[in-house]
């Protein structure tokens, strides 16, 4: 995935659920290279999470979010 010579950016976004699944993936990837775009959220506080799934979406790059309390986020992204 990584481009030889050059930092592959990727977006990661997570409901709050998720999140702590999201900090060691982000973790993770920013150890091995990567940046990261972290479009939330930055608790485990219950949210809104369309708030976090669109950023991804939206992104010009790679991303990923990590869903564990919602299977609307795919039909969510499409929006």
Do not use: F
Not at 45 to 62: G, I, K, L, Q, W
């Amino acid at each position: 995935m990584k481009e030889q010579g050059e930092n592959k950016t990727i977006v990661i976004g997570s409901d709050h659920a998720g999140h702590v699944y999201k900090a060691a993936i982000a973790h993770w990837l920013s150890r091995n290279g990567y940046d990261i775009i972290d479009a939330g959220p930055d608790s485990e506080a219950s949210t809104d999470y369309p708030d976090h799934v669109h950023p991804v979406a939206d992104a010009r790059c790679e991303g990923m979010h990590i869903s564990v309390s919602s299977s609307a986020v795919p039909e969510t992204a499409l929006l």
